[in-house]
């Protein structure tokens, strides 16, 4: 569980959660251009998620995580099968959207 009466951990907490917001959108928008010849999508994507693969967990995200490590893993090796990464895309907003993480708070 998280501690969050400390003042600056809620404030590192909280632009986490502002760039989770923007990450979210920008992953929404960037779904909607995978296709097998989108290189630029693609390393775009794997920006996005590198960044949350390594914070997601601090912040009690743990699934959403781990699912972008999995996509960061794929991406890295040059695996760019569009469905797959749109599924994995998929779970990371849903995760995103729906909080599922119940260690956050």
């Known amino acids: 569980m998280l501690d969050l009466s400390n003042p600056a951990f809620r404030a590192v907490f909280d632009r986490f ?3 989770l917001i923007e990450n979210g959108d920008r992953l ?3 779904e909607g251009a ?3 010849d989108a290189a ?3 390393a775009e ?3 996005i998620v590198h960044r949350l693969a390594g914070s997601a967990g601090t912040f ?3 699934h959403l995580g781990a699912t972008a490590k999995r996509l960061d893993s794929l991406l890295s090796r040059g695996d760019c099968d569009p469905e797959l ?3 994995l895309v998929r779970q990371l907003l849903a995760a995103i959207d729906g909080g599922e993480e119940t260690t956050r708070v």
Do not use: D, S
């Open 60 to 62: 009690g995200f743990a």
């Open 40 to 42: 630029e999508v693609f």
């Open 17 to 19: 959660m502002a760039r």
């Open 85 to 87: 990464v749109r599924a």
């Open 45 to 47: 994507i794997r920006l």
């Open 28 to 30: 929404r928008h960037l």
């Open 34 to 36: 995978i296709a097998p």
